[in-house]
């Protein structure tokens, strides 16, 4: 490539413009789909020269790489995992030899050692060469379609992903026979709901999919059943993941503490076929909720549909990509019905021609003609009292066609025969005429077609449900023991020989109170600082609802405050301060209950230090008089004097008895 170095006046202009120029071509040439066909320049461009070598047998996938070379400038090693890829769709393209497995994740064997044709459904769906519009190829030494003509949504069949520069495309595949009967739909103008379909089969929570637009997404769980009691059989994977990767999630679960497994045994051949050995005393239901909770036995997809379309990448929704495929599809019908009369009524004129040349024996009148040109008239003369007959004028064109009639078919010719050929050519162009006149009912017709032989062994594969995300806390494997060292101010399940808190596992989080009043959540772990003199440790229980009673000095030598409240919204290793955040504040009582009643019958009694012209010096402090606000709230003034002690109230305690 020659660069002129006016074009651009900077460093900066010539980046810009150069990169622009290349994400414009990865984005319109290489990572999305075109709306049309639904296929990728390369995939296109695969089919294109399977067709152009289809002879019916089986084509080495090597010779078809090297033929699609011709067409696609990006090397063989490009070409042959697009084609692998496109051959294990098992829709267009018919394999033979090993093509890898989708399941395990098993790759295909070397091009030279297997072998592919196109489909009965491809050669039907996808070609037509007087619908294609052909462009150069990119050495300009061949012709290759623009897109193909398909009559099927095919992009919605297939599902496509691909990531390009600054945009991604990621449409999931959906079921062969629900899309044929939504394309039908959309023809008699009915309402219709389309959820993916996955190969791999599961059960999938669609309600958020949203039409497939970014933002939307659906969750897919593996098929697990309770084969008996220690023991769960998995039989359907998740779209997206593979058995071993599947099976290296669920050890290292094991190995992290979250679930509890004794091994797991691989027997996926045509199908998947995953036995988990659960331990002595390990309940399977539990088992099969955390499995899902903690490994890809529930995964979650994010669809975002793009297409390119005149021109340009374009957002578009699922329902709409299949009405466009629909009116395109019948679009494609029409013309192929107008090709067709086309050709039939040329037939059907030639076919006319040819019995008035011969049986009315014109070909008698040029035996004596010496030119060219008095040939042509002769006959031209001989045509002209039956040309009212014809639908259309008599050309030079036709005239010298009859000339080449060989005179054996001259001798041999059936007048009956033609006559019936002729009314089998009026009776097709009527039925074309009239297909054309119901071109809605006729494609219809089409899918119906198609739907009846194709679409057996196409029935969903995915089970459409409804299920709640698992709760990881409530699942977990509680296999671990927080301990507390009070004198350092650290917490964790390696601290053994300290004192022991509750049972915990390894995704926990820890809770901690000090005595200066601060408040804070940090993962759990083998050993974590929660703060020096803490008074409170203990797992952080987010749907416990617990109340929090605290009296607190506001200052070195600040007023008694309390205040009950809840902890709310949270900030894993933020720090929180429940005082008003005075110097040398101080927490001189700290209590937690799981309700209110409880947290209301709290009766303390503060006892004052004696000081000048004090004389009640123990007073009753009842937290039913303080409502329960949040964790900043200042608190509620108890007394301005300085506090010896604060114990609770006899059970037979009467606040009244000394006034």
Not at 20 to 46: C, F, M, N, T, W
Not at 332 to 357: D, G, M, P, V, Y
Not at 587 to 603: G, I, P, R
Not at 646 to 652: F, L, M, S
Request: proline share 4%; hydrophobic share 40%; aromatic share 8%.
């Amino acid at each position: 490539m020659t660069h002129d170095p006016d074009q651009h006046a900077s460093l900066g202009a010539m980046y810009s413009d150069y990169f622009l120029d290349y994400a414009s071509y990865v984005i319109l040439e290489r990572a999305v789909p075109h709306l049309l066909d639904g296929l990728k320049p390369v995939q296109r461009r695969i089919l294109h020269s399977l067709e152009e070598l289809d002879d019916g047998r089986y084509n080495k996938v090597a010779n078809v790489v090297g033929n699609t070379m011709k067409y696609h400038p990006h090397g063989d090693q490009s070409i042959g995992d697009a084609m692998v890829q496109l051959g294990q769709k098992d829709l267009l393209i018919d394999t033979q030899g090993n093509w890898g497995n989708t399941l395990t994740g098993d790759g295909a064997a070397a091009p030279r050692y297997i072998e592919a044709r196109l489909t009965k459904f491809g050669l039907e769906v996808l070609f037509n060469p007087k619908t294609t519009r052909w462009i150069p190829s990119y050495d300009g030494r061949n012709k290759e379609p623009l897109t193909l003509p398909v009559k099927f949504p095919l992009l919605l069949a297939q599902g496509v992903e691909g990531i390009a520069v600054g945009l991604a495309c990621k449409i999931l595949p959906h079921n062969f026979n629900e899309l044929i009967e939504a394309s039908i739909a959309v023809l008699r103008d009915e309402s219709f709901s389309l959820v993916p379909d996955f190969p791999t089969g599961g059960i999938m929570d669609a309600s958020d999919y949203r039409d497939g637009l970014r933002g939307g997404k659906i969750r897919v769980r593996a098929r697990i059943s309770t084969e008996k009691k220690g023991l769960l059989r998995i039989t359907e994977i998740p779209f997206g993941t593979t058995t071993g990767a599947l099976m290296e999630s669920i050890v290292a679960a094991g190995e992290k503490g979250k679930i509890k497994i004794a091994r797991i045994e691989d027997n996926t051949a045509a199908t998947a076929d995953i036995l988990v050995h659960l331990p002595a005393g390990a309940d399977p239901e539990t088992t099969r909720d955390a499995l899902f909770a903690f490994t890809d036995c529930e995964l979650s997809i994010s669809p975002n549909a793009c297409v390119i379309t005149d021109g340009k990448p374009q957002f578009m929704g699922i329902s709409e990509i299949l009405r466009r495929s629909t009116l395109q599809t019948k679009d494609l019908l029409r013309q192929e019905l107008e090709i067709k009369l086309a050709e039939l009524a040329e037939k059907w004129h030639f076919s006319s021609l040819e019995k008035i040349f011969i049986e009315n024996r014109i070909y008698r009148d040029i035996e004596e003609c010496e030119t060219w040109e008095a040939v042509i008239k002769a006959i031209d003369d001989g045509l002209t009292p039956f040309k009212p007959l014809l639908k259309r004028d008599v050309t030079e064109e036709d005239i010298v066609k009859l000339t080449e009639i060989k005179i054996k078919r001259i001798s041999k010719f059936d007048s009956f025969k033609a006559d019936e050929e002729i009314k089998a050519l009026e009776k097709a162009i009527d039925e074309t005429n009239k297909n054309l006149k119901q071109l809605t009912k006729f494609a219809i017709r089409w899918f119906e077609e198609l739907l009846r032989k194709y679409g057996k062994d196409k029935e969903r594969r995915t089970e459409i449900a409804s299920f709640e995300r698992v709760d990881r806390v409530q699942v977990v494997a509680a296999t671990e023991t927080l301990y507390l060292d009070a004198k350092n101010g650290f917490a964790g399940y390696g601290l053994k020989k300290e004192e022991p808190v509750e049972k915990c596992s390894t995704i926990d989080d820890i809770i901690s109170f000090t005595a200066d009043g601060k408040m804070k959540i940090v993962k759990v772990a083998e050993k974590v600082f929660v703060g020096l003199r803490p008074l409170r440790v203990a797992v952080f229980r987010k749907d416990e609802d617990l109340i929090y009673s605290m009296i607190f000095r506001d200052g070195k030598d600040g007023p008694i405050l309390a205040k009950r409240f809840t902890v709310g919204g949270i900030t894993r290793d933020k720090e929180y301060d429940l005082t008003r955040g005075k110097p040398g504040s101080r927490v001189l009582y700290f209590a937690v209950h799981k309700t209110n009643e409880e947290s209301s019958a709290q009766m303390l009694l503060v006892h004052l230090k004696s000081a000048l012209r004090m004389r009640n010096l123990i007073r009753p402090l009842h937290f039913a008089e303080f409502g329960i606000k949040s964790r900043s709230s200042g608190g509620n003034l108890v007394t301005k004097h300085a506090i010896e002690k604060i114990v609770r109230a006899p059970k037979d305690y009467d606040p009244t008895a000394g006034a």
